[in-house]
């Protein structure tokens, strides 16, 4: 996969010299000093509260100076400087724009600032954080388009006389300069009335979106437009919603780029190990669809016979506890029983009245009451009995549903364990001979076959081989030793590492 310096190599020297001279002069100050008087109301307004913080002098004169003014006298300064200094020099402002100390930016290598260059522009239009550096260069290239084509058209339609003449001038210097075949093209695109600069300008002005501007500017070229004043434009209007100018610039410098590099700036993933081929995709689909829900009825089994084992082990718990009572029920009873045998056998001198009437009395209450308590704990005994038996019974249908449940979940796991050992091997192969710069933790195989089906493995596949290519995997870190990448449903899968070993992949939480 190619990196953004690849697509800045192809741009020539004058569009190095422009984008140098954009980020030495795209700043707050510059555009609050370029409104001037004319705008004090919004974006001087706007600037005001932020200028202290790029200067010791709280008082500014406002010169109705243009910012693309700025940018061309800086242009001008690089006239004579070499391209491998314009490159050297692109290289540092870029650095330091994505906060690279000024004394590490020439040190710092192409791919890694490739890198957080797209981190950076992609905060410009909240492209997806943990995407692969590849779709954020695709997305940053698409909203800038519409921002660029915006902005040409804007400075379009707002142009006086002149500078309509000056720009049809050069529309048709361009017109004369391509080939017959460009012709054609634009003619079939655009149908203009007149086929020259002033007739395809009229075109460009009077329509009320950019749909024939986008077709005119790839044929005609940038040269044919007053583009710097666009790129300014765009990078303006950023700083009215408060985003950092130096993220429009750094999208603009991704947009072309992309624009100019000949290939896509993308990971082939006809490549990759989970690529199924579309007409192949639905059967696949089907297995790895049922193989889920076999290791989903495999988690929810696990997860039952874990349940009945917790109900079973506090029914035998309750069984204990009860059998303790009834040891103890039993021998009161006992005690009671034979309390009442000897009482019984004293009965007969208190019926002839060998004692005192009181002596009778007590004797005769301490028979009811003895009588009494062996009543109720027969009684008890009796209940703990019956509430044994039942939980006994329980029991007994709680181990068979367990049995008939662990038969199922054995022969469901029959059927993942070699399924997933397939898969494991399968994955561990693949990816073992294409990702060779990498090593992975031995459990990472069976981990990733059961957390992240095809299509997230191949999103997973995308980020790995995109960051083998690059080469430096620190770069792509959320967070010392951890990767986050986007797979699908909006599912965020961390990888983690230890320098070139990956260590584990799961989702995250």
């Known amino acids: 996969m190619p990196y953004i310096f690849d697509g800045i190599r192809y741009m020539s020297d004058d569009e190095l010299k422009i984008e140098i001279a954009l980020l030495k002069k795209i700043s707050f100050v510059n555009v609050a000093k370029s409104v001037g008087n004319r705008a004090l109301g919004t974006v001087a307004d706007i600037t005001n ?10 008082s500014w004169d406002y010169k109705a100076l243009e910012v693309a003014d700025m940018v061309r006298k800086e242009f001008d300064l690089l006239k004579n400087m070499s391209r491998p200094l314009l ?3 692109l290289k540092r402002q870029i650095a330091v724009k994505c906060g690279v100390p000024s004394e590490e930016a020439e040190l710092i290598s192409d791919k890694y600032l ?13 492209i997806e954080k943990y995407s692969t550096i590849a779709y954020k260069i695709e997305q940053i290239r698409i909203q800038y388009n519409t921002d660029f084509y915006n902005s040409l058209h804007s400075k379009m339609i707002s142009q006086d006389k002149e500078q309509i003449q000056i720009w049809d001038k050069k529309m048709q210097q361009r017109l004369d300069a391509i080939s017959i075949e460009d012709k054609r093209e634009l003619q079939s695109k655009l149908f203009p009335k007149e086929f020259s600069g002033r007739g395809i300008g009229k075109i460009l002005r009077t329509e009320r979106g950019t749909k024939y ?3 005119a500017v790839p044929i005609i070229g940038l040269e044919g437009f007053d583009y710097i004043s666009a790129y300014v434009g765009a990078a303006i209007r950023s700083i009215m919603s408060f ?6 610039v750094m999208a603009q410098i991704i947009w072309r780029a992309a624009s100019v590099y000949p290939a896509a700036f993308s990971v082939d993933i006809h490549i990759l190990p989970s690529y199924i081929p579309s007409e192949e995709k639905s059967q696949f689909d089907a297995m790895e669809i049922q193989f889920r829900q076999l290791l989903k009825k495999r988690v929810v089994l696990e997860k039952e016979i874990a349940k009945l084992k917790s109900i079973t082990d506090k029914n035998e718990e309750q069984i204990n506890a009860i059998h303790e009572k009834l040891s103890v029920s039993n021998k009161e009873l006992e005690e009671l029983q034979e309390k009442y045998q000897k009482l019984e056998k004293q009965k007969a001198e208190y019926i002839n009245g060998k004692h005192t009437e009181y002596d009778t009395k007590r004797y005769y209450s ?21 509430k044994i038996q039942e939980l006994r019974k329980k029991q007994e249908e709680l181990i068979k549903e367990s049995e008939v449940k662990k038969a199922d979940l054995l022969d469901i796991r029959v059927q993942t364990d070699t399924e997933l050992v397939t898969l494991s091997k399968t994955i561990k192969d693949a990816w073992n ?19 992240f089906m095809r299509d997230d493995r191949l999103k997973l596949e995308e980020m790995l081989y995109e960051i083998m290519l690059n080469g430096d995997i620190d770069a792509y870190d959320s967070k010392q030793g951890i990767v986050m990448c986007l797979v699908t449903n909006n599912t965020i899968a961390q990888i983690c590492h230890e320098g070139n070993h990956i260590t584990s992949i799961e989702r995250h939480v």
Not at 433 to 451: E, L, N
Request: glycine share 2%.
């Open 366 to 386: 301490e028979v009811n009451e003895t009588n009494r308590q062996i009543t109720n704990d027969e009684a008890a005994i009796s209940k703990q009995e019956r």
């Open 87 to 89: 490159m050297l020099e």
């Open 433 to 451: 001979k294409i990702f060779t710069q990498f090593t992975f933790s031995d459990d990472i195989y069976g981990q990733v076959s059961i957390t």
């Open 49 to 58: 509260s932020l200028i202290k913080s790029f200067s010791k002098d709280s």
């Open 213 to 215: 501007l986008s077709m």
């Open 243 to 248: 985003t950092k100018i130096s993220q429009s």
């Open 114 to 126: 490739s890198v957080l260059m797209c981190k950076e522009a992609a905060k410009l239009y909240n």
